[in-house]
Structure formats: structure tokens, C-alpha cells
């Protein structure tokens, strides 16, 4: 517990330092964090996390995450447009290996290019939002989520009775889920209280609804994932804590989630 709680405090307090500053840093702080969740991807479905295929997926997630806007770089092609490459790349391999690199395998290496690319992509865009309120808006999603991730472990451990999906995550409860939605949503309403008008309640609740809802999902995705290879943690980056995938597994779906249906008022 004291190694969980000293790397918690150092890795949080670097994290949210960079983001307050923004800015190039934090940004190239996005993409090592996107690059290494990608290796842990790899590295726990037994494929060579540095072999000549895996390499296809770190080129996407670097065409993703890369601080093309901080650097005043143009890039040409749109996401849809890398993602496609990719795609293709990841098709030719088969091919090329002759299935040594079957499409079983070379699907699963695409689709954690796009899980994990999309998913940082928006976290760091989130800082950079055009109206200049990055840090108001990046700081309101992931103090919900963390609001729903404390919210769903004390009321779980208080009042837990009835498992939420055991076979995936037999830890969780419905009655911990519930108070994850509930301290989420006020977390969000606390927000607009203190925005001086930036954020409305209602706009509020949509969020932090999205927060613990589409969080908790993403955290049993990666759950039901990790049963599947019967580990327990994606890396050991982190002490007491994992790796990047672990702490991020909510991140990475509720940023994009809420661009993409446009809930955050800018």
C-alpha cells in the first residue's frame, strides 16, 4: 500500500503538473504514455513487442499521438486516412509472411493501434481545445472518472451485494457501480458550479454520466481482456499500480467517447 500510494502521488503529481503547463511537453508525455500502452498491448498477447509487424502498430499510434500542432507541423493525411494505411500494412503482412502472421493475429495488432492511438489522440486534443479551457475540460473528465473509479470501490466495499458481471470482474458490484455514477455526476455538477458559466448542470450531468458509465465499461474491457491471457496486470511501469493500461483503461474510452458525440460545450 505505501509503494501504491508514493508512485500514485509522484506519477499524478507529474501528470497533472504537465498537463496544468500543456504545451509540447505534456504532449509528447501523451505519447510515450500511448507508445508504451501499445508495447504492454502487445506484449501480453505473446507477440514479439518488438518485431518487424508490431512496428506497423507503433507507426500508427505515432501518426495518431504525434504533437503535430505544438510542433506547427501540417499533417496531410486525416485519421480515417491513417487508420486505413494501417489497416492495409497490417492486410499485406499476412501475405507476406505467408500466415506466419495470420489475420487472427495481425486484427488483434490493429485493433489495439486504434484502441490505444484514438484513445491517447483525444486526451491530448482534449488539452488543446480551441475555446483555451483545455485544462478546465481535461481536468473536469478525469476528475470524473476518478470520482467514479472511488465512488464504485468504498460504496462496493459498504454496501457490494450483488456482483455486476462476475465472470469478467468478480471484484465489482452493482451497488458499487451505482455510486460510481452518482459521485461522478456530482463531481461533473461541481464543476459547472465553479465555471462561472462555462458549463451548465445539465451539460454536467451528460458528462459525468459518460464519465462513469463509459469508464466502468472500459475498465471491464480491459478485464475481460486480461482474463483472456490470464494475467493480472498489463505492465509493472507503475509500482502498486501496473502499467500504463491499467490506470488508463478508462481514459482511453471515455476522452474519445465524448468528442465524438460532442458533450463538451466547445
Excluded at 491517447?120 to 475555446?131: G, I, N, S, T, V
Aim: glycine share 12%; hydrophobic share 55%; aromatic share 14%.
Amino acid at each position: 500500500m505505501k509503494q501504491r500510494l508514493i508512485t500514485g502521488i509522484i506519477a499524478g503529481a507529474v501528470f497533472l503538473g504537465l498537463c496544468f503547463i500543456g504545451g509540447l511537453w505534456y504532449h509528447l508525455l501523451i505519447l510515450a504514455m500511448a507508445l508504451i500502452g501499445y508495447y504492454e498491448f502487445v506484449r501480453m498477447t505473446n507477440t514479439a513487442p518488438f518485431g518487424g509487424t508490431a512496428w506497423i502498430g507503433y507507426a500508427g499510434v505515432l501518426l495518431l499521438v504525434f504533437p503535430w500542432g505544438p510542433l506547427g507541423i501540417e499533417l496531410k493525411l486525416a485519421t480515417d486516412q491513417i487508420l486505413w494505411l494501417v489497416l492495409l500494412l497490417f492486410l499485406l503482412v499476412t501475405v507476406t509472411t505467408k500466415n506466419r502472421i495470420d489475420i487472427q493475429r495481425a486484427s488483434l495488432l490493429f485493433l489495439a493501434a486504434v484502441y490505444i492511438g484514438i484513445g491517447f489522440m483525444f486526451l491530448a486534443e482534449a488539452r488543446h481545445a480551441p475555446d483555451g479551457h483545455g485544462v478546465f475540460w481535461t481536468f473536469l473528465l478525469l476528475a470524473s472518472i476518478w470520482g467514479s473509479d472511488a465512488g464504485a470501490y468504498f460504496v462496493g466495499k459498504a454496501m457490494g451485494r450483488h456482483k455486476l458481471w462476475p465472470s469478467i470482474s468478480p471484484n465489482k458490484t452493482i451497488e458499487g457501480a451505482v455510486g460510481g455514477v452518482i459521485i461522478a455526476v456530482f463531481t461533473a455538477l461541481l464543476f459547472a458550479w465553479f465555471s462561472g458559466g462555462l458549463l451548465s448542470a445539465g451539460q454536467a450531468v451528460w458528462i459525468g454520466l459518460s464519465c462513469a458509465v463509459i469508464g466502468q465499461l472500459g475498465d471491464l474491457v480491459q478485464s475481460a481482456y486480461k482474463r483472456v491471457y490470464g494475467i493480472k496486470d498489463s505492465g509493472k511501469l507503475l509500482p502498486g499500480h501496473g502499467g500504463i493500461l491499467d490506470r488508463c483503461d478508462s481514459w482511453i474510452v471515455v476522452f474519445p467517447f465524448v468528442h465524438i458525440l460532442s458533450l463538451l460545450p466547445y
